[in-house]
């Protein structure tokens, strides 16, 4: 049970604060809650999602991305729709995101170039498929040869998969945060489109 009240409980700014530190901890800690949020995005009966790996968090520019697959389900999705749901929780800390952004596609440009060259050899192996993810087998099969299977490919030969790299940046526009707590729930929303920042509480 919780019985010591975090500084952040009836303060919005330190709330705001504690949000990015969250978003911080989980792009640099791989085994952190907020490392694998839930992407979701799509429009009326045109809806997708699954769990990304946080690749990067930006504070100043109020924007947080991940990698994906050109040829993936949600690209061509987020070309008619660019707008996302990001949903994040802690267990230990109690604590759940949502945040709602507008997508930009990056794909063979200077951000994808250097992304790219930070993607481990091992991470390449994910681009290197000669079929769309989704595609239909009359097997079970990774879609990918023995050898990339086997990570028997050099780095060199990893390059083949930047044809089939993109990053997705999201640009947040608002955030619901929500903190579950045995005195009492807090509830907030950011809209961080607004200058200065709005921020107000919610009933949870």
């Known amino acids: 049970m919780q019985n010591n009240k975090p500084d952040y409980y009836n303060n919005l700014d330190k709330t705001y604060s504690k949000i990015w530190n969250l978003l911080k901890i989980g792009l640099k800690d791989r085994n952190a809650p907020y490392h694998l949020p839930a992407f979701i995005c799509g429009k009326d009966n045109n809806f997708d999602g699954r769990l990304v790996v946080l690749r990067g968090v930006d504070e100043n520019e109020k924007k947080i991305w991940f990698h994906s697959d050109i040829r993936s389900t949600k690209i061509k999705i987020l070309k008619n729709y660019p707008k996302s749901v990001l949903l994040f929780y802690d267990k230990s800390e109690k604590i759940q995101l949502r945040v709602y952004a507008n997508v930009k596609i990056n794909y063979k440009n200077d951000f994808t170039k250097l992304s790219?060259?930070?993607?481990?050899?091992?991470?390449?192996?994910?681009?290197?498929?000669?079929?769309?993810?989704?595609?239909?087998?009359?097997?079970?099969?990774?879609?990918?040869?023995?050898?990339?299977?086997?990570?028997?490919?050099?780095?060199?030969?990893?390059?083949?998969?930047?044809?089939?790299?993109?990053?997705?940046?999201?640009?947040?526009?608002?955030?619901?945060?929500?903190?579950l707590a045995a005195k009492g729930h807090r509830r907030a929303y950011f809209n961080l489109n607004k200058k200065p920042l709005e921020k107000k509480w919610l009933i949870p």
């Open 116 to 179: 790219w060259g930070k993607t481990a050899h091992m991470s390449r192996q994910c681009y290197l498929g000669k079929k769309t993810s989704g595609s239909d087998a009359l097997i079970p099969t990774s879609g990918l040869s023995n050898n990339i299977d086997d990570y028997k490919y050099t780095i060199e030969e990893s390059e083949y998969g930047y044809k089939n790299f993109c990053v997705i940046e999201n640009f947040v526009q608002s955030i619901e945060w929500l903190y």
